[in-house]
């Protein structure tokens, strides 16, 4: 059975950074990330990275989001900076494993203007 634990959300004023944590178990992933929902809006991909290191990135989040995965922990990481009142939103931990896919409980993150 596959878990996935969330940490790191919280409010933090624009310009500032915080960073995402998610740790996976019960399978092997091929692909992890980050999803992102905020009121009024579909859920969308944020950041996603493969098994082998290989990363994408929403247009609206590149160069200020940095996603990294430890593979022997099964974690994976959103380091965000200069955050932006736009970023306001629940941010869902993502796996894929077998062609399956997974999401987290969700943690939410608030930018202040």
């Known amino acids: 059975q596959v878990q996935l634990v969330e940490s790191g959300g919280g409010l933090v004023q624009a310009g500032g950074s915080l960073r995402l944590s998610c740790a996976a178990s019960g399978s092997i992933f091929s692909f992890m990330g980050w999803y992102r929902q905020a009121i009024g809006k579909q859920r969308e991909l944020v950041a996603g990275i493969t098994s082998s290191g290989t990363t994408n990135y929403a247009d609206s989040v590149k160069a200020r989001f940095t996603i990294s995965r430890d593979n022997a922990k099964n974690s994976v990481y959103l380091q965000m900076n200069s955050l932006k009142p736009e970023d306001t939103a629940v941010y869902y931990c993502?796996?894929?494993?077998?062609?399956?896919?997974?999401w987290g409980q969700g943690t939410q993150v608030t930018v202040s203007s």
């Open positions: 993502w796996v894929v494993s077998w062609a399956m896919n997974y």
